[in-house]
Protein backbone atom coordinates (compact mmCIF):
# COMPACT_ATOMS: atom_id res chain seq x y z
CA UNK A 1 0.00 0.00 0.00
CA UNK A 2 2.60 2.28 0.83
CA UNK A 3 4.35 1.53 -2.36
CA UNK A 4 1.44 2.22 -4.53
CA UNK A 5 1.05 5.48 -2.69
CA UNK A 6 5.13 6.82 -2.83
CA UNK A 7 4.25 5.53 -6.89
CA UNK A 8 1.29 7.78 -7.42
CA UNK A 9 3.01 10.77 -5.74
CA UNK A 10 5.91 10.05 -7.49
CA UNK A 11 3.89 10.32 -10.95
CA UNK A 12 2.11 13.59 -9.81
CA UNK A 13 5.22 15.31 -8.71
CA UNK A 14 6.61 14.16 -12.28
CA UNK A 15 3.75 15.23 -14.31
CA UNK A 16 4.07 18.71 -14.80
CA UNK A 17 7.65 18.55 -16.36
CA UNK A 18 5.98 15.00 -18.47
CA UNK A 19 3.70 17.37 -19.94
CA UNK A 20 5.87 19.65 -20.70
CA UNK A 21 7.09 19.67 -24.64
CA UNK A 22 9.36 21.75 -26.21
CA UNK A 23 7.23 24.79 -27.48
CA UNK A 24 7.38 24.85 -30.99
CA UNK A 25 7.51 28.36 -32.72
CA UNK A 26 6.04 29.08 -35.76
CA UNK A 27 8.97 30.00 -38.46
CA UNK A 28 10.26 33.40 -38.09
CA UNK A 29 10.85 35.31 -40.83
CA UNK A 30 14.07 35.51 -42.49
CA UNK A 31 16.84 37.79 -40.84
CA UNK A 32 19.61 39.02 -42.24
CA UNK A 33 22.48 37.57 -41.28
CA UNK A 34 25.28 39.41 -38.78
CA UNK A 35 28.50 40.52 -40.97
CA UNK A 36 30.53 37.73 -39.48
CA UNK A 37 27.87 35.09 -40.85
CA UNK A 38 27.85 36.56 -44.38
CA UNK A 39 29.71 34.98 -47.20
CA UNK A 40 32.45 37.03 -48.93
CA UNK A 41 32.04 37.17 -52.34
CA UNK A 42 35.95 38.38 -52.66
CA UNK A 43 37.55 35.02 -50.89
CA UNK A 44 34.85 32.26 -50.25
CA UNK A 45 35.11 29.07 -52.61
CA UNK A 46 33.65 27.70 -55.17
CA UNK A 47 32.22 24.89 -53.14
CA UNK A 48 30.90 27.76 -50.41
CA UNK A 49 29.54 29.84 -53.33
CA UNK A 50 27.43 26.97 -55.02
CA UNK A 51 25.71 26.50 -51.73
CA UNK A 52 23.96 30.14 -52.34
CA UNK A 53 20.48 29.29 -53.33
CA UNK A 54 20.54 29.83 -56.54
CA UNK A 55 23.89 29.48 -57.84
CA UNK A 56 25.16 26.99 -59.48
CA UNK A 57 29.04 25.91 -59.65
CA UNK A 58 28.84 28.07 -63.29
CA UNK A 59 27.61 31.30 -61.30
CA UNK A 60 30.11 30.17 -58.92
CA UNK A 61 32.93 29.97 -61.07
CA UNK A 62 31.99 33.42 -62.76
CA UNK A 63 32.02 35.26 -59.33
CA UNK A 64 35.96 34.00 -58.77
CA UNK A 65 36.92 35.19 -62.10
CA UNK A 66 35.11 38.57 -61.75
CA UNK A 67 37.27 39.11 -58.48
CA UNK A 68 37.77 41.65 -57.08
CA UNK A 69 34.48 42.45 -56.69
CA UNK A 70 33.46 46.12 -54.89
CA UNK A 71 30.07 45.42 -54.05
CA UNK A 72 27.32 42.54 -53.87
CA UNK A 73 25.25 44.44 -56.80
CA UNK A 74 28.35 44.00 -58.90
CA UNK A 75 27.48 40.36 -59.77
CA UNK A 76 23.47 41.59 -60.97
CA UNK A 77 25.87 45.40 -62.91
CA UNK A 78 28.33 42.75 -64.40
CA UNK A 79 25.53 40.54 -65.86
CA UNK A 80 26.67 37.77 -63.46
CA UNK A 81 23.43 36.74 -61.78
CA UNK A 82 20.22 38.53 -62.81
CA UNK A 83 18.17 40.64 -59.91
CA UNK A 84 15.34 37.51 -59.32
CA UNK A 85 18.47 35.42 -58.33
CA UNK A 86 20.34 38.06 -56.00
CA UNK A 87 17.63 39.57 -54.49
CA UNK A 88 16.56 36.62 -52.13
CA UNK A 89 20.01 35.69 -51.05
CA UNK A 90 21.96 39.56 -51.08
CA UNK A 91 21.66 40.03 -47.38
CA UNK A 92 23.59 36.57 -47.17
CA UNK A 93 26.66 38.15 -48.88
CA UNK A 94 29.20 40.23 -48.96
CA UNK A 95 31.66 42.22 -49.90
CA UNK A 96 35.05 42.57 -47.97
Known sequence: MIRTLLLVAAVFAAAPALAESPAVKP?????????????????????????VK??????????????PL??????????IVSGDVLTPV?????VR
Do not use: H, Y
Open 90 to 94: KDQLI
Open 27 to 51: AAPAKMATEAQRLDLNSATVEQLSG
Open 70 to 79: KSVEDLTARK
Open 54 to 67: GFNKTIAEAIVKAR
